[in-house]
């Protein structure tokens, strides 16, 4: 196997994500990523034994980068208003759908997946939890509006990709009267 976090290994995750984000996870294969890379395809395997490593390794790498936004939210002055701006601008929803696509049929990749969402949402939760103290009459529990949170999220950004906006302007407007009301500048 070749060095994890080397400069090939990074550009062969890197090749990865740009393919499934550009051409999706049918086109992905060693060969494709060996192309983009500018190796043989073989050199691939000797980094990653399959491609179902190469691919929860990119998923890996991936979730590291949201859980350090998430944690850095989290922690700010205005946790709310910071995780909901994480959730708004999350890493690419193509690349999500991809992956998410993928976890359906790798074992080890729906377990990451799985490991992240409760990873998000467990941080989440304990943000709004706290911030609902300050406002016991809201009747969603914290784990229900973190989940109502990343829903609307990512159907809005899969929808404004789309060049779908019904809708949206008011469920934002709603959202920020909400954040007004918990976390008041």
């Known amino acids: 196997m070749g060095p994890a976090g080397s400069t090939n290994w990074n550009a ?15 086109a ?11 190796v043989k395809q073989r ?3 000797y980094y990653f034994q399959t491609m179902d490593d190469l691919i929860i390794e990119a998923f890996r790498r991936l979730s590291v980068r949201e859980m350090a936004r998430l944690r850095s ?8 208003r910071n995780v909901w701006d994480v ?14 696509a993928l976890a359906n049929r790798i074992q080890g990749l729906r377990a990451e997946v799985i490991k992240f969402i409760e990873e998000s949402r467990a941080l989440q939760v304990k943000a709004l939890t706290a911030a609902l103290k300050r406002k ?14 990343t829903s609307v999220a990512l159907a ?5 990709e789309l060049g779908i906006s019904a809708g949206h302007r008011e469920i934002m407007a ?3 009267d909400l954040l007004a009301e918990i976390e008041p500048d």
């Open 12 to 26: 062969m995750l890197d090749a990865a994500e740009e393919t499934l984000r550009e051409e999706g996870y049918a």
């Open 28 to 38: 992905l294969t060693s060969r494709r990523v060996g192309e983009r890379v500018g």
């Open 43 to 45: 050199l691939v395997y």
């Open 73 to 80: 939210a989290v922690s700010a002055e205005r946790p709310l």
């Open 87 to 100: 959730c708004i601008h999350t890493a690419d929803t193509r690349l999500i759908s991809e992956f998410m």
């Open 136 to 149: 016991p009459k809201l009747r969603v529990p914290p784990p229900g509006l973190a989940l109502l949170a």
């Open 156 to 160: 809005l950004i899969r929808e404004a």
């Open 174 to 176: 709603t959202i920020d």
